[in-house]
């Protein structure tokens, strides 16, 4: 069992890392599919030539498929060394592995970035602010537990699959909003963490052509990562979403994205990524702020709410019910959810609550709200926001 | 692979106190289970014990051994018994625990067997 995972691992990363390096440089192939084909069979056969047991073989038929153009002898070269399987399934099969629920949380996160991202130890380890050696040995414990504890080394079989791919897209968000949203760490190793999570999404999409939620996840880092660069002001301070500077969202990022959805949506199985991207799609293809639309968000929120029920949905649904009925109307929505306490330690919370208040032209409950905002956030950018409209709701009062 | 999967499940202060029909219930619930795993040719062993109140725990400190009543810790689940099977791998083994009856009141843990290497028991 660990022989299949360490060989896999082995295997898979070359053309894997291929993969990662040219298609951010090149773009996505034109057939993806093809492409990895293509990739894993010349990766095979450089394996094969290296295969020092087998070199007279691989001379052989290497000379075979220096003539050979078809396919099939390819093929055949391929399955000449008895226990190479194909890469394409090798990887799938990893990814399922390094995000097996029987894992702890933060070793899924660590395994699928060190194992299939193209990130060291020493990387890993700064963007999630842990030292070095406790990452190290969070790796170690994972790979022993695999081999260990039996955790298979394939593809889950139907009835588990759509379990097992939540927990694998889960990791795959989670590293992205480590990356994007992150309330610490340096700038830059934060976007490598969202260029990642986006290029095995890629990867997974590119294998799993038909998973609805796989598609929708890649479409929704997509269309947040397109906003990327327009949502930091110069002196990096965070610029809403309102207050962006359209122009400078990633028009083929947003296109991409979109594309991603609609695709999502029509197989008919939405989920909660698709139904998020769908939003962010929304919001990135309004040519102004006041173009969105937002009755189409409020639905898209009652359909998320319904699906997958949470109190943070919930404060999002009542910011879009603000926006499409008006400040007081979402006001409602906020302070009822307030009452129930479960949002009580979440900034988002207050800080919405705030600008509605200030909407309002409620400045003193509006500045309460902002001072609780601001001692539950950490993030200097968001602070440096907060501060600036805690100010201004007092200034003139 | 081999797994044993330890069964704690909340226990009654007074095993008299579940009615007698919930407790065929049970019995009838967890024979069905035994029977599938002995199909299936995936059983090794498999035991229900008598609740903690009997347990008796045994250490042996500077040469003399020390005997007391019961287990050590109050926790609200006890190993109640435990399955010791055959299986493929993890995932086999996890969609057994999911199929034990007191996996429904209270927690299976699944231990895989560590198979030392034979010169320790020589």
Same mark, same amino acid.
């Given at each position: 069992?660990?022989?299949?995972?360490?060989?896999?691992?082995?295997?898979?990363?070359?053309?894997?890392?291929?993969?990662?390096?040219?298609?951010?440089?090149?773009?996505?192939?034109?057939?993806?599919?093809?492409?990895?084909?293509?990739?894993?069979?010349?990766?095979?056969?450089?394996?094969?030539?290296?295969?020092?047991?087998?070199?007279?073989?691989?001379?052989?038929?290497?000379?075979?498929?220096?003539?050979?153009?078809?396919?099939?002898?390819?093929?055949?070269?391929?399955?000449?060394?008895?226990?190479?399987?194909?890469?394409?399934?090798?990887?799938?099969?990893?990814?399922?592995?390094?995000?097996?629920?029987?894992?702890?949380?933060?070793?899924?996160?660590?395994?699928?970035?060190?194992?299939?991202?193209?990130?060291?130890?020493?990387?890993?380890?700064?963007?999630?602010?842990?030292?070095?050696?406790?990452?190290?040995?969070?790796?170690?414990?994972?790979?022993?537990?695999?081999?260990?504890?039996?955790?298979?080394?394939?593809?889950?079989?139907?009835?588990?699959?759509?379990?097992?791919?939540?927990?694998?897209?889960?990791?795959?968000?989670?590293?992205?909003?480590?990356?994007?949203?992150?309330?610490?760490?340096?700038?830059?190793?934060?976007?490598?963490?969202?260029?990642?999570?986006?290029?095995?999404? /890629?990867?997974?999409?590119?294998?799993?052509?038909?998973?609805?939620?796989?598609?929708?996840?890649?479409?929704?880092?997509?269309?947040?990562?397109?906003? /990327?660069?327009?949502?930091?002001?110069?002196?990096?301070?965070?610029?809403?979403?309102?207050?962006?500077?359209?122009?400078?969202?990633?028009?083929?990022?947003?296109?991409?994205?979109?594309?991603?959805?609609?695709?999502?949506?029509?197989?008919?199985?939405?989920?909660?990524?698709?139904?998020?991207?769908?939003?962010?799609?929304?919001?990135?293809?309004?040519?102004?702020?006041?173009?969105?639309?937002?009755?189409?968000?409020?639905?898209?929120?009652?359909?998320?709410?319904?699906?997958?029920?949470?109190?943070?949905?919930?404060?999002?649904?009542?910011?879009?019910?603000?926006?499409?009925?008006?400040?007081?109307?979402?006001?409602?929505?906020?302070?009822?959810?307030?009452?129930?306490?479960?949002?009580?330690?979440?900034?988002?919370?207050?800080?919405?609550?705030?600008?509605?208040?200030?909407?309002?032209?409620?400045?003193?409950?509006?500045?309460?709200?902002?001072?609780?905002?601001?001692?539950?956030?950490?993030?200097?950018?968001?602070?440096?926001?907060?501060?600036?409209?805690?100010?201004?709701?007092?200034?003139?009062? | 692979?081999?797994?044993l999967l330890l069964i704690y499940t909340p226990e009654l202060?007074?095993q008299?106190?579940i009615?007698?029909?919930v407790f065929?219930q049970q019995l009838a619930e967890y024979d069905a289970f035994t029977?599938e795993t002995?199909?299936?040719?995936?059983?090794?062993?498999g035991e229900a014990l008598?609740p903690t109140?009997?347990?008796?725990?045994?250490?042996?400190?500077?040469?003399?051994?020390?005997?007391?009543?019961?287990?050590?810790?109050?926790t609200k689940e006890a190993l109640g018994g435990f399955y010791?099977l055959?299986?493929?791998?993890?995932?086999?083994a996890i969609e057994l625990a999911a199929k034990i009856p007191g996996a429904r009141q209270g927690t299976i843990e699944v231990r895989?067997?560590?198979?030392?290497?034979?010169?320790?028991?020589?």
């Open positions: 069992m660990t022989g299949d995972f360490d060989r896999a691992e082995e295997a898979v990363q070359d053309a894997f890392v291929t993969a990662l390096e040219r298609w951010p440089v090149d773009g996505l192939p034109a057939n993806p599919g093809a492409w990895i084909t293509t990739t894993a069979r010349n990766r095979a056969i450089d394996h094969l030539r290296r295969d020092r047991r087998l070199v007279e073989k691989a001379e052989l038929l290497g000379r075979e498929t220096a003539m050979a153009s078809d396919a099939d002898d390819v093929e055949r070269l391929v399955e000449a060394r008895d226990e190479m399987t194909p890469l394409q399934d090798d990887r799938l099969r990893l990814i399922f592995t390094c995000c097996h629920p029987a894992l702890p949380a933060d070793a899924r996160v660590a395994l699928t970035l060190r194992t299939l991202g193209g990130l060291t130890t020493p990387e890993i380890a700064r963007a999630f602010l842990v030292p070095e050696p406790t990452l190290a040995q969070r790796l170690v414990r994972a790979k022993r537990k695999i081999r260990d504890a039996g955790i298979p080394y394939r593809v889950p079989p139907d009835h588990l699959l759509a379990d097992r791919l939540d927990g694998v897209l889960r990791v795959l968000y989670l590293v992205f909003n480590e990356g994007y949203a992150a309330s610490r760490g340096d700038a830059l190793v934060r976007q490598e963490l969202c260029a990642e999570a986006i290029r095995l999404a /890629r990867v997974l999409v590119t294998l799993m052509p038909d998973e609805p939620e796989a598609l929708g996840l890649l479409a929704l880092m997509l269309l947040h990562d397109a906003r /990327r660069d327009a949502r930091k002001a110069e002196d990096g301070s965070l610029v809403l979403l309102e207050d962006q500077e359209r122009g400078r969202w990633d028009r083929a990022r947003i296109a991409e994205g979109a594309a991603l959805v609609d695709r999502a949506l029509r197989m008919g199985r939405p989920g909660a990524y698709q139904l998020q991207a769908a939003i962010a799609a929304l919001h990135d293809e309004a040519a102004t702020p006041s173009d969105t639309d937002w009755p189409q968000i409020v639905a898209l929120y009652a359909a998320l709410a319904s699906l997958e029920p949470s109190p943070i949905v919930e404060l999002n649904r009542a910011v879009a019910i603000a926006m499409a009925e008006g400040p007081a109307a979402g006001l409602d929505r906020i302070d009822a959810l307030a009452a129930t306490g479960s949002l009580s330690e979440y900034p988002y919370l207050h800080s919405s609550r705030a600008d509605l208040l200030r909407r309002l032209g409620r400045r003193d409950d509006a500045a309460a709200a902002y001072r609780r905002a601001l001692e539950l956030t950490e993030n200097a950018a968001e602070r440096r926001f907060l501060t600036g409209r805690l100010a201004e709701v007092t200034r003139l009062s | 692979m081999q797994y202060p007074n008299a106190d009615p007698p029909e065929q029977k002995r199909d299936r040719g995936l059983m090794l062993a008598q109140e009997t347990a008796t725990s045994v250490r042996v400190r500077d040469g003399s051994t020390l005997v007391t009543d019961g287990p050590f810790a109050e010791l055959e299986c493929k791998d993890l995932d086999e895989p067997i560590w198979q030392l290497p034979e010169t320790y028991g020589a």
